[in-house]
């Protein structure tokens, strides 16, 4: 019970996930094709459950649940394929293999449905364990589903390890897990091909065998979503450590900021005048990135009174001489005093990047903060 609410939380935390980043970028066919990929697969697991199922054939006819289930299966698989299609070099011989691919799986699905429209009542009711084989659309029906399975999850498990060698960790990490997922699913599905055509002739699986691959599918599966999802995951974990991470920033150049922003009100950059700029300017990371340049811009329009005439270096000065000065020279530029220099640039970065800027400026926003 709990494995089974673990693996619905990521599969359907995935499928949230994925939505979203869709609605942000409708036209990426990758992402497109993951999406509807993990939504097949969502909307699959609930005519699994007995219940469901049964409930499902009331309202259409006796083994529909069996039916839809695979087809979202097949479509689940068809989708996988295509992310790796569409995610190709060349992009146009992956649109035409896509196309191909799309034509086999319709085949497959018309050749099932035909074969569960066909079969007697109540047949494909149950498990593949309990179906009576030796009716022959019973067993074409288990028959070609699990052959297209095998042939896809085979496929999609050779090009995911071919992207989890070109990758580096963390993301080959989720790569790998997610390549024996579904390597393990198609060993399990070209086994019980074996089954379905050895019971067709008239042969008797022992019970602990069909318990065993089950088992194997079960795990094969959990693994699979586990590494689609350790991906999302470390993503998140990495969005959030750097959202904390800019948010702490922001609030520790306060004191710069709001020294320079009396001084000179004007640098302080306001939203667009809409709903959903002003939305969009209250983001951890708009409001970081904004502060640093109005900041920037403040310490440009100042800088022309930290002149000195002893011949000092201002910008050799550590943070907290140079906390020092700024005081006195916004103290000086709210008089209206005429500067003494030219401007120039203060508190420059040892390094190229906004996120060493923000350092060097953190620096002296201490200075100021133990200083006041």
């Given at each position: 019970m709990v494995l089974r609410i673990v693996f619905l939380s990521g599969l359907f935390a995935a499928v949230l996930w994925k939505l979203a980043q869709l609605v942000?970028?409708?036209?990426?066919?990758?992402?497109?094709?993951?999406?509807?990929?993990?939504?097949?697969?969502?909307?699959?697991?609930?005519?699994?459950?007995?219940?469901?199922?049964?409930?499902?054939?009331?309202?259409?006819?006796?083994?529909?649940?069996?039916?839809?289930?695979?087809l979202l299966l097949l479509a689940?698989?068809?989708?996988?394929?295509?992310?790796?299609?569409?995610?190709?070099?060349?992009?146009?011989?992956g649109q035409r293999r896509a196309r191909r691919e799309a034509g086999l799986v319709f085949a497959v699905a018309?050749?099932?449905?035909?074969?569960?429209?066909?079969?007697?009542?109540?047949?494909?009711?149950?498990?593949f364990s309990t179906a009576d084989m030796t009716v022959s659309q019973v067993a074409g029906f288990y028959l070609v589903a699990g052959l297209y399975m095998t042939y896809a999850l085979a496929a999609a498990g050779m090009w995911t390890r071919h992207y989890a060698r070109a990758s580096r960790r963390p993301h080959s990490t989720g790569l790998w897990i997610a390549a024996w997922g579904m390597s393990g699913m198609a060993v399990a599905c070209a086994v019980r091909a074996v089954f379905v055509v050895t019971r067709w002739a008239g042969g008797a699986i022992p019970e602990g065998l069909l318990n065993a691959v089950e088992a194997l599918l079960v795990v094969s599966i959990m693994a699979?979503?586990?590494?689609?999802?350790?991906?999302?995951?470390?993503?998140?974990?990495?969005?959030?450590?750097?959202?904390?991470?800019?948010?702490?920033?922001?609030?520790?150049?306060?004191?710069?900021?709001?020294?320079?922003?009396?001084?000179?009100?004007?640098?302080?950059?306001?939203?667009?005048?809409?709903?959903?700029?002003?939305?969009?300017?209250?983001?951890?990371?708009?409001?970081?990135?904004?502060?640093?340049?109005e900041i920037r811009d403040g310490l440009l329009r100042i800088s022309p009174h930290l002149y000195a005439s002893s011949g000092d270096d201002l910008?050799?000065?550590?943070?907290?001489?140079?906390?020092?000065?700024?005081?006195?020279?916004?103290?000086?530029?709210?008089?209206?005093?005429?500067?003494?220099?030219?401007?120039?640039?203060?508190?420059?970065?040892?390094?190229?990047?906004?996120?060493a800027d923000a350092r060097q400026l953190v620096k002296l926003a201490d200075a100021l903060r133990v200083s006041a």
């Open positions: 942000r970028d409708p036209r990426n066919a990758p992402l497109r094709s993951l999406a509807l990929c993990l939504l097949s697969a969502a909307a699959s697991y609930p005519l699994t459950m007995p219940q469901s199922a049964e409930d499902f054939d009331m309202v259409a006819f006796h083994g529909a649940a069996k039916l839809v289930q695979n689940t698989l068809y989708f996988l394929m295509a992310f790796f299609l569409y995610s190709a070099a060349d992009e146009s011989a018309v050749v099932i449905t035909l074969c569960a429209v066909a079969v007697p009542e109540e047949e494909l009711a149950g498990s699979f979503v586990l590494g689609i999802t350790y991906l999302g995951a470390w993503s998140r974990y990495s969005a959030s450590r750097l959202w904390l991470s800019r948010r702490r920033t922001h609030r520790r150049l306060e004191p710069l900021w709001r020294l320079l922003s009396e001084t000179y009100p004007d640098t302080v950059l306001q939203p667009q005048p809409t709903w959903a700029g002003r939305l969009r300017a209250r983001g951890v990371h708009r409001r970081y990135h904004r502060r640093i340049v910008l050799a000065l550590d943070p907290p001489e140079l906390a020092r000065r700024l005081r006195a020279a916004t103290a000086k530029a709210g008089t209206g005093a005429r500067a003494a220099g030219t401007a120039f640039p203060l508190a420059a970065p040892d390094a190229d990047g906004r996120e």
